[in-house]
């Protein structure tokens, strides 16, 4: 069996509004601490506040972009580029969160494209899959999340650089958090789709967060599922006591 390190991500999304509220968070996790040896932290800033996080932060926190284009350098306004991201020292990206699907109408496709583009840059990818409300009512949960991920296999040549998040969106930022045993499901479903669409050894050895409304409250019950390898946290990101979800992940290991 594989050791996978678990892995916990904050999702600043577009927040905090001012630089002063970013820097009051990384003064408070900087001197929290914890074992990055045992847990790995990785911290999605908005694009505006990328180079004051990395500036700021412990080397520890592993400070990640929001988002990259699906192109390349060129004339394409408003886009930043994957290889932008390594230049500026970043090793990981969020790619496919359910905010940039649906409120941005990003395709698989869209993604795939993305995701293609972060591996040529050499940079570590946060990937995000999840289904709708709907989706899991009509029984689809699992058909979705193989969908999401089989539309990205063909673009990935180095899985030690991926890291899936599933999301159910109706858990995200709604205060309703996926049930212990409706989240290991839907991750061993997606180890089975890995295990089916790539190799056994992948399947193994990918981690896969679970997000979607996690705090420190509900946090310890979810990571001792055994196919549940951390955490990507919005909401409770934005508060000094993300340093517990870190703290009870550490615990657990
Ligand atoms: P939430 O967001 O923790 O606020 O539900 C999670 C996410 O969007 O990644």
């Given at each position: 069996?594989?050791?996978?390190?678990?892995i916990?991500?904050?999702?600043?999304?577009?927040n905090?509004?001012?630089?002063?509220?970013?820097d009051?968070l990384i003064?408070?996790?900087?001197?929290?601490?914890?074992?990055?040896?045992?847990?790995?932290?990785?911290v999605?800033?908005?694009a505006?506040?990328?180079?004051n996080?990395?500036?700021?932060?412990?080397?520890?926190?592993?400070?990640a972009?929001q988002n990259?284009?699906?192109?390349?350098?060129?004339?394409f306004?408003?886009?930043?580029?994957?290889s932008m991201l390594?230049d500026?020292?970043?090793?990981?990206?969020?790619?496919?969160?359910?905010?940039?699907r649906?409120?941005?109408?990003?395709?698989?496709?869209d993604?795939a494209?993305k995701i293609?583009k972060?591996?040529?840059?050499?940079?570590?990818?946060?990937f995000c899959?999840g289904?709708?409300l709907e989706?899991r009512?009509?029984?689809k949960t699992?058909?979705?999340?193989?969908?999401?991920?089989?539309?990205?296999?063909?673009?990935v040549t180095?899985?030690s650089?991926?890291?899936?998040?599933?999301?159910p969106?109706?858990?995200?930022?709604?205060?309703?958090?996926?049930?212990v045993?409706q989240?290991?499901?839907a991750?061993a479903?997606?180890?089975?789709v890995?295990?089916?669409?790539?190799s056994?050894e992948?399947?193994?050895?990918?981690?896969?967060?679970y997000?979607?409304s996690?705090?420190?409250?509900?946090c310890?019950?979810?990571i001792?599922?055994?196919?549940?390898?951390?955490?990507?946290?919005?909401?409770?990101s934005l508060?000094?006591?993300?340093?517990d979800?870190?703290g009870?992940v550490q615990?657990?290991?």
């Open positions: 069996m594989v050791a996978r390190k678990p916990v991500g904050a999702n600043w999304k577009s905090p509004a001012k630089l002063s509220a970013c009051d003064n408070s996790w900087n001197g929290a601490g914890f074992d990055e040896g045992k847990v790995e932290v990785v999605g800033a908005t505006v506040h990328i180079a996080a990395k500036s700021k932060f412990d080397p520890k926190f592993k400070v972009a990259c284009s699906k192109t390349g350098e060129g004339a306004t408003g886009e930043i580029t994957a390594t500026l020292g970043l090793e990981w990206v969020i790619i496919g969160h359910s905010e940039r649906h409120k941005f109408g990003e395709s698989n496709e993604i494209e293609g972060a591996q040529e840059a050499g940079l570590k990818v946060l899959i289904e709708l989706e009512e009509a029984g699992n058909e979705v999340c193989e969908t999401q991920v089989k539309a990205v296999v063909s673009k180095d899985w650089k991926i890291v899936i998040a599933y999301e969106v109706w858990a995200i930022g709604t205060g309703v958090v996926a049930t045993e989240a290991q499901e991750h479903a997606v180890r089975k890995l295990a089916d669409n790539v056994a992948v399947a193994a050895s990918t981690r896969i967060q997000g979607g996690v705090s420190p409250d509900n310890e019950e979810l001792k599922c055994p196919d549940i390898d951390g955490f990507l946290v919005g909401g409770a508060k000094p006591t993300f340093m979800i870190i009870k615990a657990s290991c």
